[in-house]
């Protein structure tokens, strides 16, 4: 049983700082892309940032443009964890936080989530 357990969310003020962090559990032998979304109240969820490490997109990484520039995302391959670094926060960034995890299977990708954990930028 393949668990995400995401944490690290929190009230900021404007400006400030957060890490999230997502480790997963359970019988994954090979990771392709480990992912942070979100969804903001009344919106669709959106990626935030992904790295990909699987076959010809090993070492990808793609940050989502509103994001650019303040969001890093970096992972711990051995202990299966992601993580994002937030920072210079903006209260357009308040949602649920989502982690995301692409498994390759030979029958084809399986892909996971986690329950999210809300950021909340408010001054």
């Known amino acids: 049983q393949v668990q995400l357990v995401e944490s690290g969310g929190g009230r900021v003020q404007p400006g400030g700082s957060l890490r999230l962090s997502c480790a997963a559990s359970?019988?994954?032998?090979?990771?392709?892309?480990m992912a942070w979304y979100r969804q903001a109240p009344g919106k669709e969820r959106e990626l935030v940032a992904s790295?990909?490490?699987?076959?010809?997109?090993?070492?990808?990484?793609n940050i989502a443009d509103p994001v650019k520039g303040r969001f890093t995302i970096s992972r711990d391959e051995t202990k299966k964890i992601v993580f994002l670094q937030m920072n210079r926060l903006k209260p357009e960034d308040t949602a649920i936080y989502y982690c995301?995890?692409?498994?390759?299977?030979?029958?084809?990708?399986?892909?996971?989530w986690g329950k999210g954990t809300a950021v909340t930028v408010v001054s």
């Open positions: 995301y995890v692409e498994e390759f299977r030979l029958a084809g990708p399986r892909n996971y």
């Open positions: 359970g019988s994954m032998r090979n990771i392709n892309t």
């Open positions: 790295s990909s490490s699987g076959g010809s997109r090993h070492g990808e990484i």
